[in-house]
């Protein structure tokens, strides 16, 4: 699946997904957007809904959406 309609969204910075090397169904996905504006509209994007949609069943946990700001 390619993830490359977020990376060409409106405001974002940045995109990476990280696997864990001993256990590769657990990942990480690391997004930075411009403001939350940017990042809701991501938030709300059908294919944000879909992807999160196709990653629930290879997810080794439940989905932790965390927000950080940068210091």
Do not use: C
Request: proline letters at 4%.
């Amino acid at each position: 699946m390619s993830m490359s309609p977020s990376r060409k969204e409106e405001g974002a910075l940045r995109f990476e997904v990280f696997a864990q090397i001993s256990r590769p169904n657990h990942f990480s996905v690391v997004e930075v957007w411009r403001d939350q504006s940017a990042y809701d509209a991501h938030i709300t994007a059908a294919h944000t809904r879909a992807f999160r949609e196709l990653l629930t069943p290879m997810s080794g946990a439940l989905y932790d959406e965390r927000l950080y700001r940068a210091l």
